[in-house]
């Protein structure tokens, strides 16, 4: 059975970092994208970073430079490291799991993902 469990939100002024995990379990096929979201109050959700199996990363024009993306595959970890964060960076963040849209990850479309963790949550104030 597949899980997501996300843990390392939390509460930090603006310019400071965190760090999010997404322990998961895979199924015999495994994931081919693993994509990170978020969702701030009343907005839609959107893609935040993402990684394929091959490790290639590619990230939201809001975030780049500031977040990176990584996979443990020996661990089942994925993580989001935040730097410089902003007010604007405030959300539940999710991690999400799915297949691969055209050959590439999909940073655009939640729909697209099969597997969702319950959501950790970040607040940066000013």
């Known amino acids: 059975q597949v899980q997501l469990v996300e843990s390392g939100g939390g509460s930090v002024q603006a310019g400071g970092s965190l760090r999010l995990s997404c322990a998961y379990s895979?199924?015999?096929?495994?994931?081919?994208?693993m994509t990170w979201f978020r969702q701030a109050p009343g907005k839609e959700r959107e893609g935040v970073a993402t990684i394929d199996n091959g490790d290639s990363t590619r990230f939201a024009d809001s975030v780049k430079g500031r977040f990176t993306i990584s996979k443990d595959n020996a661990k089942n970890t994925l993580s989001l490291q935040m730097n410089s964060l902003k007010p604007e960076d405030t959300g539940m963040y999710y991690c999400a799991a799915g297949p691969s849209v055209g050959g590439h990850c999909d940073l655009g479309r939640s729909i697209v993902y099969d597997y969702w963790g319950q959501g950790t949550q970040v607040t940066v104030s000013s």
């Open positions: 895979k199924n015999r096929y495994g994931f081919a994208c």
